[in-house]
Protein backbone atom coordinates (compact mmCIF):
# COMPACT_ATOMS: atom_id res chain seq x y z
CA UNK A 1 0.00 0.00 0.00
CA UNK A 2 1.27 3.79 -0.88
CA UNK A 3 0.82 6.32 1.27
CA UNK A 4 -2.04 8.00 1.02
CA UNK A 5 -1.54 11.60 1.32
CA UNK A 6 -0.80 13.82 -1.83
CA UNK A 7 2.00 15.53 0.17
CA UNK A 8 3.40 13.69 2.97
CA UNK A 9 6.70 15.33 4.56
CA UNK A 10 8.40 16.46 7.16
CA UNK A 11 9.61 20.24 8.47
CA UNK A 12 12.61 21.20 9.77
CA UNK A 13 13.40 23.92 11.93
CA UNK A 14 15.96 26.05 11.07
CA UNK A 15 15.69 28.83 13.03
CA UNK A 16 16.59 28.87 17.10
CA UNK A 17 20.12 28.76 16.53
CA UNK A 18 20.89 25.05 15.15
CA UNK A 19 20.90 25.60 11.08
CA UNK A 20 21.46 22.60 9.57
CA UNK A 21 24.45 22.66 7.09
CA UNK A 22 24.26 21.48 3.53
CA UNK A 23 25.71 18.01 4.29
CA UNK A 24 23.43 16.91 6.88
CA UNK A 25 20.38 18.23 4.70
CA UNK A 26 21.72 16.31 1.91
CA UNK A 27 21.74 13.22 4.16
CA UNK A 28 18.55 13.74 5.93
CA UNK A 29 16.69 14.21 2.42
CA UNK A 30 18.24 10.92 0.99
CA UNK A 31 16.86 9.10 3.82
CA UNK A 32 12.84 10.54 3.78
CA UNK A 33 13.15 10.05 -0.25
CA UNK A 34 13.74 6.45 0.64
CA UNK A 35 11.37 6.19 3.32
CA UNK A 36 8.90 7.78 0.71
CA UNK A 37 8.42 11.14 1.95
CA UNK A 38 7.92 13.80 -0.95
CA UNK A 39 8.21 17.19 1.17
CA UNK A 40 10.32 19.25 3.02
CA UNK A 41 9.60 22.18 5.01
CA UNK A 42 12.60 24.08 5.97
CA UNK A 43 11.77 26.68 8.94
CA UNK A 44 13.74 30.13 8.60
CA UNK A 45 12.84 32.89 10.55
CA UNK A 46 15.35 35.28 9.64
CA UNK A 47 17.84 32.55 8.95
CA UNK A 48 17.39 32.51 5.07
CA UNK A 49 19.03 35.45 2.83
CA UNK A 50 16.98 38.22 1.85
CA UNK A 51 18.03 40.86 -0.84
CA UNK A 52 18.05 44.71 0.29
CA UNK A 53 17.99 43.51 3.89
CA UNK A 54 21.58 43.03 5.49
CA UNK A 55 20.62 42.62 9.10
CA UNK A 56 18.45 40.24 8.17
CA UNK A 57 19.58 36.91 10.24
CA UNK A 58 22.74 38.53 10.18
CA UNK A 59 25.42 36.26 12.19
CA UNK A 60 22.51 33.52 12.68
CA UNK A 61 24.02 31.32 10.06
CA UNK A 62 21.45 32.09 7.44
CA UNK A 63 21.44 30.44 3.99
CA UNK A 64 22.53 32.25 1.43
CA UNK A 65 20.64 32.05 -1.98
CA UNK A 66 22.80 29.89 -3.50
CA UNK A 67 22.92 27.42 -0.87
CA UNK A 68 18.91 27.64 -0.77
CA UNK A 69 19.24 26.80 -4.53
CA UNK A 70 21.45 24.02 -4.36
CA UNK A 71 19.36 22.36 -1.94
CA UNK A 72 15.94 22.81 -3.64
CA UNK A 73 18.03 21.12 -6.40
CA UNK A 74 19.22 18.24 -4.83
CA UNK A 75 15.25 17.70 -3.06
CA UNK A 76 14.10 17.96 -6.91
CA UNK A 77 16.27 15.54 -7.79
CA UNK A 78 15.45 13.08 -5.01
CA UNK A 79 11.79 13.69 -5.80
CA UNK A 80 10.58 16.00 -3.05
CA UNK A 81 9.49 19.22 -2.94
CA UNK A 82 11.30 21.81 -0.78
CA UNK A 83 9.02 24.60 0.84
CA UNK A 84 9.87 27.59 2.57
CA UNK A 85 8.49 27.92 5.81
CA UNK A 86 8.91 31.69 7.19
CA UNK A 87 7.53 34.39 9.05
CA UNK A 88 5.47 37.34 8.18
CA UNK A 89 3.88 38.60 11.59
CA UNK A 90 4.74 36.94 14.91
CA UNK A 91 8.07 34.93 15.75
CA UNK A 92 10.51 37.72 14.20
CA UNK A 93 12.22 38.64 18.36
CA UNK A 94 15.62 38.29 16.97
CA UNK A 95 15.60 41.56 13.88
CA UNK A 96 14.04 43.63 16.50
CA UNK A 97 17.39 44.45 17.83
CA UNK A 98 18.36 46.18 14.59
CA UNK A 99 17.65 49.85 14.27
CA UNK A 100 15.39 49.83 11.02
CA UNK A 101 13.28 46.76 12.29
CA UNK A 102 12.95 48.47 16.12
CA UNK A 103 10.79 50.76 14.07
CA UNK A 104 8.46 48.28 12.83
CA UNK A 105 7.80 46.21 15.55
CA UNK A 106 4.58 45.94 17.78
CA UNK A 107 4.84 44.54 20.75
CA UNK A 108 6.66 40.93 21.68
CA UNK A 109 7.79 39.37 18.69
CA UNK A 110 5.44 40.89 16.26
CA UNK A 111 5.76 43.11 13.36
CA UNK A 112 3.60 46.34 13.18
CA UNK A 113 0.50 45.91 10.86
CA UNK A 114 0.37 48.81 8.31
CA UNK A 115 3.16 50.50 8.06
CA UNK A 116 5.00 50.06 4.82
CA UNK A 117 8.38 49.17 6.04
CA UNK A 118 6.52 45.84 7.19
CA UNK A 119 5.53 44.85 3.74
CA UNK A 120 8.69 46.56 2.29
CA UNK A 121 10.53 43.94 4.04
CA UNK A 122 7.93 41.16 3.09
CA UNK A 123 7.89 41.62 -0.49
CA UNK A 124 11.19 41.18 -0.19
CA UNK A 125 11.21 37.93 1.22
CA UNK A 126 9.29 36.62 -0.98
CA UNK A 127 11.41 38.27 -3.77
CA UNK A 128 14.53 36.41 -2.77
CA UNK A 129 12.02 32.85 -2.38
CA UNK A 130 10.80 33.14 -5.55
CA UNK A 131 14.61 33.09 -7.49
CA UNK A 132 16.10 30.14 -4.62
CA UNK A 133 12.84 27.48 -4.97
CA UNK A 134 10.91 25.96 -7.36
CA UNK A 135 7.88 25.56 -5.48
CA UNK A 136 5.44 28.02 -5.43
CA UNK A 137 3.96 26.62 -2.04
CA UNK A 138 4.90 29.07 1.15
CA UNK A 139 4.29 28.91 4.67
CA UNK A 140 3.64 32.19 6.14
CA UNK A 141 3.37 31.77 9.56
CA UNK A 142 0.68 34.08 11.21
CA UNK A 143 1.00 32.18 14.59
CA UNK A 144 0.75 33.11 18.19
CA UNK A 145 0.80 36.80 17.62
CA UNK A 146 -1.23 36.69 20.76
CA UNK A 147 -0.46 40.14 21.16
CA UNK A 148 -1.10 41.66 18.09
CA UNK A 149 -2.30 44.81 17.86
CA UNK A 150 -1.61 45.63 21.72
CA UNK A 151 1.82 47.63 21.21
CA UNK A 152 2.78 50.30 19.04
CA UNK A 153 -0.06 49.49 16.93
CA UNK A 154 -2.58 50.59 19.81
CA UNK A 155 -0.63 53.62 20.18
CA UNK A 156 -1.21 54.83 16.75
CA UNK A 157 -4.37 53.26 15.89
CA UNK A 158 -6.38 52.98 18.81
CA UNK A 159 -7.76 49.94 19.71
CA UNK A 160 -8.93 47.80 17.19
CA UNK A 161 -9.76 43.94 17.60
CA UNK A 162 -7.30 41.51 16.85
CA UNK A 163 -9.31 39.46 14.02
CA UNK A 164 -9.47 42.55 12.27
CA UNK A 165 -5.73 43.83 12.14
CA UNK A 166 -5.39 39.99 11.54
CA UNK A 167 -7.51 40.06 8.67
CA UNK A 168 -6.11 43.43 6.61
CA UNK A 169 -2.16 42.48 7.51
CA UNK A 170 -3.27 38.83 5.38
CA UNK A 171 -4.90 40.27 3.02
CA UNK A 172 -1.63 42.10 1.88
CA UNK A 173 1.00 39.22 2.95
CA UNK A 174 -1.46 37.36 0.39
CA UNK A 175 -1.49 39.86 -2.24
CA UNK A 176 2.49 40.25 -1.78
CA UNK A 177 2.65 36.44 -2.43
CA UNK A 178 0.23 35.86 -5.59
CA UNK A 179 2.48 38.56 -7.23
CA UNK A 180 5.21 36.53 -7.01
CA UNK A 181 2.92 33.20 -8.23
CA UNK A 182 2.60 31.82 -4.60
CA UNK A 183 0.12 30.04 -2.87
CA UNK A 184 -0.23 30.18 1.04
CA UNK A 185 -0.39 27.69 3.78
CA UNK A 186 -0.31 29.60 7.56
CA UNK A 187 -0.90 27.73 10.92
CA UNK A 188 -4.29 27.80 12.27
CA UNK A 189 -4.37 28.61 15.66
CA UNK A 190 -5.23 32.43 15.48
CA UNK A 191 -8.38 31.44 13.63
CA UNK A 192 -9.28 28.69 15.83
CA UNK A 193 -8.58 30.74 19.08
CA UNK A 194 -11.16 33.17 17.56
CA UNK A 195 -13.41 30.48 16.83
CA UNK A 196 -13.05 28.28 19.66
CA UNK A 197 -11.70 29.81 22.27
CA UNK A 198 -12.54 30.26 25.81
CA UNK A 199 -15.41 27.57 25.27
CA UNK A 200 -17.72 29.52 22.81
CA UNK A 201 -18.15 28.05 19.31
CA UNK A 202 -18.26 31.19 16.97
CA UNK A 203 -17.02 28.95 13.74
CA UNK A 204 -19.58 30.23 11.24
CA UNK A 205 -18.49 33.91 12.23
CA UNK A 206 -15.13 33.10 12.02
CA UNK A 207 -15.31 31.02 8.36
CA UNK A 208 -16.04 34.39 6.64
CA UNK A 209 -12.62 35.96 8.01
CA UNK A 210 -10.91 33.15 6.75
CA UNK A 211 -9.43 33.90 2.77
CA UNK A 212 -10.28 31.38 0.27
CA UNK A 213 -6.84 31.31 -1.17
CA UNK A 214 -5.35 30.19 2.23
CA UNK A 215 -4.49 26.70 3.87
CA UNK A 216 -5.24 26.28 7.54
CA UNK A 217 -2.40 23.98 9.13
CA UNK A 218 -4.31 22.04 12.18
CA UNK A 219 -1.25 21.39 14.72
CA UNK A 220 -0.94 19.41 17.25
CA UNK A 221 1.90 17.51 19.31
CA UNK A 222 0.20 16.83 22.50
CA UNK A 223 -2.58 14.01 22.33
CA UNK A 224 -1.82 10.41 21.60
CA UNK A 225 -5.85 9.58 21.42
CA UNK A 226 -7.06 9.38 17.90
CA UNK A 227 -10.86 10.56 18.88
CA UNK A 228 -8.66 14.17 20.29
CA UNK A 229 -7.42 14.53 16.84
CA UNK A 230 -10.38 13.81 14.80
CA UNK A 231 -12.26 16.62 16.79
CA UNK A 232 -9.32 18.98 16.10
CA UNK A 233 -9.68 18.64 12.37
CA UNK A 234 -13.51 18.73 12.30
CA UNK A 235 -12.93 21.86 14.48
CA UNK A 236 -11.13 23.19 11.38
CA UNK A 237 -12.78 21.95 8.91
CA UNK A 238 -16.15 24.22 10.07
CA UNK A 239 -13.38 26.78 9.66
CA UNK A 240 -12.37 26.38 5.63
CA UNK A 241 -12.56 24.15 2.98
CA UNK A 242 -8.50 23.92 3.07
CA UNK A 243 -7.25 22.20 6.10
CA UNK A 244 -3.86 20.69 6.03
CA UNK A 245 -2.19 18.71 9.40
CA UNK A 246 1.20 18.86 11.21
CA UNK A 247 1.99 16.71 14.00
CA UNK A 248 5.64 16.43 15.33
CA UNK A 249 8.37 14.36 16.21
CA UNK A 250 9.70 15.61 19.60
CA UNK A 251 13.17 17.17 19.26
CA UNK A 252 12.25 19.91 21.41
CA UNK A 253 13.21 18.88 24.66
CA UNK A 254 16.85 19.73 25.00
CA UNK A 255 19.70 17.22 24.26
CA UNK A 256 17.30 14.24 23.92
CA UNK A 257 14.41 13.09 21.59
CA UNK A 258 11.28 11.92 22.97
CA UNK A 259 10.57 9.12 20.11
CA UNK A 260 8.13 7.20 22.50
CA UNK A 261 5.67 9.86 23.01
CA UNK A 262 6.01 11.08 19.15
CA UNK A 263 4.91 7.17 17.44
CA UNK A 264 2.36 7.25 20.24
CA UNK A 265 1.16 10.46 18.55
CA UNK A 266 1.96 9.94 15.20
CA UNK A 267 0.13 6.53 14.97
CA UNK A 268 -3.40 8.41 16.39
CA UNK A 269 -2.18 11.43 14.15
CA UNK A 270 -2.36 9.43 11.03
CA UNK A 271 -5.52 7.12 11.95
CA UNK A 272 -7.56 10.63 12.08
CA UNK A 273 -5.93 11.94 9.46
CA UNK A 274 -7.35 8.77 6.88
CA UNK A 275 -10.54 8.57 8.27
CA UNK A 276 -11.21 12.22 7.58
CA UNK A 277 -9.71 11.79 4.25
CA UNK A 278 -6.76 14.68 4.66
CA UNK A 279 -4.58 15.12 1.64
CA UNK A 280 -1.45 16.79 2.85
CA UNK A 281 0.27 15.67 6.16
CA UNK A 282 3.71 16.69 7.54
CA UNK A 283 5.52 16.35 11.06
CA UNK A 284 7.37 19.07 12.32
CA UNK A 285 11.04 18.98 14.39
CA UNK A 286 11.19 22.26 16.58
CA UNK A 287 14.08 22.86 18.09
CA UNK A 288 13.06 25.56 21.23
CA UNK A 289 15.71 26.59 22.85
CA UNK A 290 18.51 26.16 21.15
CA UNK A 291 18.34 23.63 18.88
CA UNK A 292 19.83 20.90 21.09
CA UNK A 293 18.45 17.77 19.61
CA UNK A 294 19.03 16.10 15.95
CA UNK A 295 16.45 16.05 13.80
CA UNK A 296 18.18 12.54 12.79
CA UNK A 297 17.50 11.11 16.60
CA UNK A 298 13.78 11.18 15.71
CA UNK A 299 14.30 9.11 12.92
CA UNK A 300 12.43 5.89 14.44
CA UNK A 301 9.10 8.41 14.40
CA UNK A 302 9.69 9.39 11.04
CA UNK A 303 10.02 5.71 9.83
CA UNK A 304 6.83 4.85 11.81
CA UNK A 305 5.21 7.72 10.27
CA UNK A 306 5.66 6.46 7.24
CA UNK A 307 4.60 2.91 7.93
CA UNK A 308 1.60 3.93 9.45
CA UNK A 309 0.63 5.97 6.78
CA UNK A 310 0.64 2.80 4.68
CA UNK A 311 -1.15 0.68 6.98
CA UNK A 312 1.62 -1.04 8.16
CA UNK A 313 0.93 -0.93 12.33
CA UNK A 314 3.18 -4.09 12.76
CA UNK A 315 6.00 -2.93 15.00
CA UNK A 316 8.50 -5.83 13.82
CA UNK A 317 7.71 -4.68 10.52
CA UNK A 318 8.67 -1.02 10.64
CA UNK A 319 11.94 -2.12 13.21
CA UNK A 320 13.14 -4.27 10.12
CA UNK A 321 12.23 -1.50 7.72
CA UNK A 322 14.22 1.29 10.05
CA UNK A 323 17.30 -1.29 9.92
CA UNK A 324 17.26 -1.06 6.50
CA UNK A 325 16.87 2.26 5.62
CA UNK A 326 18.49 3.52 8.32
CA UNK A 327 21.06 1.26 9.22
CA UNK A 328 20.72 0.47 13.25
CA UNK A 329 18.96 -1.34 15.73
CA UNK A 330 15.49 0.67 16.25
CA UNK A 331 15.49 0.04 19.72
CA UNK A 332 19.33 0.70 20.41
CA UNK A 333 18.42 4.30 18.28
CA UNK A 334 15.31 4.99 20.84
CA UNK A 335 17.56 4.96 23.75
CA UNK A 336 19.03 8.15 23.20
CA UNK A 337 15.45 8.94 25.00
CA UNK A 338 16.38 7.50 28.09
CA UNK A 339 18.16 10.00 29.51
CA UNK A 340 14.80 11.64 30.32
CA UNK A 341 13.19 8.86 31.41
CA UNK A 342 14.50 8.25 35.49
CA UNK A 343 10.64 8.95 36.46
CA UNK A 344 9.60 6.96 33.27
CA UNK A 345 5.83 5.69 33.13
CA UNK A 346 4.72 9.57 34.91
CA UNK A 347 1.99 11.44 32.99
CA UNK A 348 2.57 13.46 31.02
CA UNK A 349 5.94 11.25 29.22
CA UNK A 350 7.37 14.63 27.99
CA UNK A 351 9.88 15.67 30.83
CA UNK A 352 13.44 16.49 30.17
CA UNK A 353 15.26 16.06 33.40
CA UNK A 354 17.90 15.50 31.68
CA UNK A 355 18.67 19.03 30.63
CA UNK A 356 16.70 20.48 33.91
CA UNK A 357 19.12 18.50 36.12
CA UNK A 358 21.86 19.37 33.73
CA UNK A 359 21.54 23.39 34.47
CA UNK A 360 20.56 23.20 37.75
CA UNK A 361 22.69 25.06 39.54
CA UNK A 362 24.77 23.14 42.30
CA UNK A 363 23.84 25.76 45.28
CA UNK A 364 21.01 27.22 44.17
CA UNK A 365 19.14 24.24 43.28
CA UNK A 366 15.91 25.60 41.40
CA UNK A 367 14.84 22.23 40.72
CA UNK A 368 16.81 19.94 43.24
CA UNK A 369 13.26 19.90 45.51
CA UNK A 370 11.94 17.41 42.71
CA UNK A 371 15.28 15.04 43.23
CA UNK A 372 14.27 11.50 44.64
CA UNK A 373 17.75 10.60 46.18
CA UNK A 374 19.28 7.44 45.77
CA UNK A 375 18.54 6.68 42.18
CA UNK A 376 20.47 8.54 39.68
CA UNK A 377 24.18 7.07 39.78
CA UNK A 378 22.91 3.30 39.16
CA UNK A 379 20.11 4.60 36.44
CA UNK A 380 22.93 6.97 34.38
CA UNK A 381 25.48 4.34 34.73
CA UNK A 382 23.20 1.73 33.39
CA UNK A 383 21.92 4.38 30.34
CA UNK A 384 25.75 4.68 29.79
CA UNK A 385 26.28 1.08 29.28
CA UNK A 386 23.25 1.06 26.81
CA UNK A 387 24.53 4.17 25.10
CA UNK A 388 27.79 2.57 24.59
CA UNK A 389 26.55 -0.15 22.29
CA UNK A 390 25.75 2.83 19.56
CA UNK A 391 29.22 4.50 19.56
CA UNK A 392 30.20 2.61 16.42
CA UNK A 393 29.73 3.37 13.09
CA UNK A 394 27.74 5.97 11.46
CA UNK A 395 25.69 7.22 13.84
CA UNK A 396 28.46 7.66 16.78
CA UNK A 397 28.35 11.07 16.66
CA UNK A 398 24.95 10.98 18.03
CA UNK A 399 25.51 8.27 20.66
CA UNK A 400 28.45 9.36 21.76
CA UNK A 401 27.48 13.13 23.56
CA UNK A 402 24.25 11.44 24.70
CA UNK A 403 26.17 8.83 26.72
CA UNK A 404 28.78 11.42 28.08
CA UNK A 405 25.37 13.71 28.90
CA UNK A 406 24.35 10.08 30.78
CA UNK A 407 27.89 10.45 32.37
CA UNK A 408 27.44 13.97 33.79
CA UNK A 409 24.48 13.03 35.22
CA UNK A 410 25.18 9.73 36.95
CA UNK A 411 27.13 12.83 39.40
CA UNK A 412 25.55 15.78 39.10
CA UNK A 413 21.90 14.75 39.28
CA UNK A 414 21.85 14.74 42.76
CA UNK A 415 25.00 16.51 43.49
CA UNK A 416 22.67 19.61 44.89
CA UNK A 417 20.61 17.51 47.40
CA UNK A 418 23.72 15.85 48.21
CA UNK A 419 25.59 19.62 48.74
CA UNK A 420 22.79 21.11 50.96
CA UNK A 421 22.28 18.12 53.53
CA UNK A 422 25.80 17.62 54.17
CA UNK A 423 26.38 21.39 54.88
CA UNK A 424 22.74 21.59 57.01
CA UNK A 425 24.48 19.10 58.95
CA UNK A 426 28.31 20.37 59.01
CA UNK A 427 28.62 16.91 57.99
CA UNK A 428 32.18 18.15 57.39
CA UNK A 429 33.41 14.66 56.28
CA UNK A 430 30.74 14.24 53.83
CA UNK A 431 31.82 18.38 52.29
CA UNK A 432 35.08 16.97 52.20
CA UNK A 433 34.31 13.75 49.94
CA UNK A 434 31.93 15.57 47.95
CA UNK A 435 34.41 18.44 47.24
CA UNK A 436 37.22 16.49 46.85
CA UNK A 437 36.01 13.39 45.00
CA UNK A 438 32.19 13.89 43.05
CA UNK A 439 33.01 17.89 41.69
CA UNK A 440 36.18 17.32 40.50
CA UNK A 441 35.02 14.11 38.60
CA UNK A 442 31.86 16.01 37.49
CA UNK A 443 34.08 18.29 36.32
CA UNK A 444 36.01 16.01 34.39
CA UNK A 445 32.93 14.76 32.98
CA UNK A 446 31.63 17.93 31.67
CA UNK A 447 34.45 18.16 29.59
CA UNK A 448 34.36 15.63 28.03
CA UNK A 449 30.61 16.26 27.64
CA UNK A 450 31.26 19.62 25.91
CA UNK A 451 34.02 18.01 23.73
CA UNK A 452 32.02 15.09 22.43
CA UNK A 453 29.07 17.65 21.84
CA UNK A 454 30.91 19.81 20.10
CA UNK A 455 32.07 17.53 17.54
CA UNK A 456 28.62 16.46 17.20
CA UNK A 457 27.22 20.22 16.53
CA UNK A 458 29.88 20.72 13.45
CA UNK A 459 28.89 17.40 12.36
CA UNK A 460 25.42 18.78 11.61
CA UNK A 461 24.73 22.22 11.97
CA UNK A 462 26.29 25.43 10.97
CA UNK A 463 29.08 27.16 13.98
CA UNK A 464 27.16 30.41 14.41
CA UNK A 465 25.04 29.32 16.80
CA UNK A 466 27.21 27.13 18.73
CA UNK A 467 28.68 29.89 20.67
CA UNK A 468 25.28 29.90 22.92
CA UNK A 469 26.52 26.59 23.71
CA UNK A 470 29.93 27.76 24.76
CA UNK A 471 28.49 29.88 27.11
CA UNK A 472 25.89 27.80 28.83
CA UNK A 473 28.19 24.90 29.57
CA UNK A 474 31.25 27.08 29.55
CA UNK A 475 28.92 28.92 31.96
CA UNK A 476 28.17 25.46 34.00
CA UNK A 477 31.89 23.85 34.16
CA UNK A 478 32.87 27.35 35.52
CA UNK A 479 30.20 27.52 37.97
CA UNK A 480 30.54 23.96 38.96
CA UNK A 481 34.60 24.90 40.22
CA UNK A 482 33.15 27.99 41.55
CA UNK A 483 31.44 25.92 43.98
CA UNK A 484 33.74 23.42 44.48
CA UNK A 485 36.11 26.25 45.67
CA UNK A 486 33.63 27.49 47.92
CA UNK A 487 32.89 24.19 49.57
CA UNK A 488 36.97 23.68 50.20
CA UNK A 489 36.93 27.40 51.68
CA UNK A 490 34.44 26.77 54.10
CA UNK A 491 36.23 23.53 55.22
CA UNK A 492 39.57 25.08 55.58
CA UNK A 493 37.45 28.19 57.56
CA UNK A 494 38.42 30.70 54.86
CA UNK A 495 34.74 31.40 54.95
CA UNK A 496 32.47 31.53 57.29
CA UNK A 497 29.24 30.31 55.48
CA UNK A 498 27.79 29.90 52.11
CA UNK A 499 24.63 31.82 52.58
CA UNK A 500 23.15 30.20 49.22
CA UNK A 501 22.93 26.55 51.14
CA UNK A 502 21.56 28.23 54.18
CA UNK A 503 17.94 29.33 52.52
CA UNK A 504 14.88 27.02 52.43
CA UNK A 505 14.42 25.41 48.84
CA UNK A 506 10.56 25.99 47.24
CA UNK A 507 9.28 24.06 44.49
CA UNK A 508 10.33 25.36 41.67
CA UNK A 509 8.01 28.12 40.12
CA UNK A 510 5.28 27.53 42.51
CA UNK A 511 4.37 24.13 41.15
CA UNK A 512 2.46 22.04 43.11
CA UNK A 513 4.49 19.26 44.53
CA UNK A 514 5.06 15.63 42.09
CA UNK A 515 4.73 18.03 38.87
CA UNK A 516 6.84 16.84 35.72
CA UNK A 517 10.46 17.99 35.67
CA UNK A 518 9.71 19.21 32.26
CA UNK A 519 11.36 23.10 31.49
CA UNK A 520 13.44 24.16 28.29
CA UNK A 521 14.26 27.32 28.96
CA UNK A 522 17.94 27.55 29.95
CA UNK A 523 17.72 31.12 32.06
CA UNK A 524 15.30 29.51 34.12
CA UNK A 525 16.74 26.77 34.96
CA UNK A 526 20.50 27.99 36.88
CA UNK A 527 18.82 30.88 38.38
CA UNK A 528 15.79 32.95 38.53
CA UNK A 529 18.10 36.33 39.08
CA UNK A 530 17.95 38.76 36.02
CA UNK A 531 19.90 37.61 33.61
Known amino acids: MGIPFDSFGVMIDCSRNAVMNKAAFCKMTDILSALGYNTIRLYTEDTYEVDGEPYFGYLRGRYSKQELKEMDAYCAARGITLVPCIQTLAHLGTIFRYADYGAIRDADDILLVGAERTYALIENMFRSLAECFRARRVNIGMDEAFLLGRGKYLTQNGLVPSAVIMRRHLERVLAIAKKYGFSCEMWG ?14 AAAVREQVPEDVTLICWDYYHTDEEFFLGEIDKYKALSDRVMFAGGAWTWLGFCPNNSYSIKEI ?11 MRDVFFTLWGDNG ?18 ARGNFSMPSVKQRFAEIVGEDFDLFCALELPDKIYAGE ?51 LFRPIRALADVLAVKFELGVQTRRAYAAK ?74 LEEELLLPFGQKEGCPIAYNYYNCLYTVNVT
Not at 189 to 202: P, S, V
Not at 267 to 277: F, L
Not at 469 to 487: E, P, S, T, Y
Open 427 to 500: DRAALARLAGERYPLLLQRLETFYDEYERFWMTEKKPQGFEVQDARLGGLIHRVKHCMDRLNAWLSGGIGSIPE
Open 267 to 277: EAAIRACVARG
Open 189 to 202: DMFLHAAYGDGRND
Open 347 to 397: EPDCQDPSKVLLYTDPFMGIYDRCVREGTAEAYYTGVSETLRKGETGEWAY
Open 291 to 308: GECSPFAVLPSLVCAAEF
